[in-house]
């Protein structure tokens, strides 16, 4: 019932930017966490950015400085703004948030079917 769909990935050169959306629909009664994470070809999954209900922000160290996670409650969705993008940025970027559907439920943890994100001159 509940999905996560993102959007705005694409090819960028070096040097660019990009900014990626997320959001949440369905049977939602509310919204904990969200972030970003990314995984590239035969890697892991990696935690990029988080951001919590009251604005509280935690990112990796490789994209310090140079991304920036926001969230409108009001819309359920996250965003990730990516300045300074590199080649080593080049991922699957998946969208994630920790959910209720309802005041008699537990909280739950969803992911989207994620947005490509291409770093190349």
């Known amino acids: 019932q509940v999905q996560l769909v993102e959007s705005g990935g694409g090819l960028v050169q070096p040097g660019g930017s990009l900014r990626l959306s997320c959001s949440a629909s369905?049977?939602?009664?509310?919204?904990?966490?969200m972030g970003w994470y990314r995984q590239a070809p035969g890697k892991q999954r990696d935690l990029v950015a988080t951001?919590?209900?009251?604005?509280?922000?935690n990112y990796a160290d490789s994209v310090k400085g140079r991304f920036t996670i926001s969230r409108d409650n009001a819309k359920n969705t996250v965003y990730l703004q990516m300045n300074s993008l590199k080649p080593e940025d080049t991922a699957v970027y998946y969208c994630n948030a920790d959910i209720r559907v309802n005041l008699g439920r537990s909280w739950s943890n969803y992911w989207g079917q994620g947005t490509q994100v291409t770093v190349s001159s």
């Open positions: 951001i919590t209900s009251f604005g509280s922000t």
């Open positions: 369905g049977s939602i009664f509310n919204i904990n966490a």
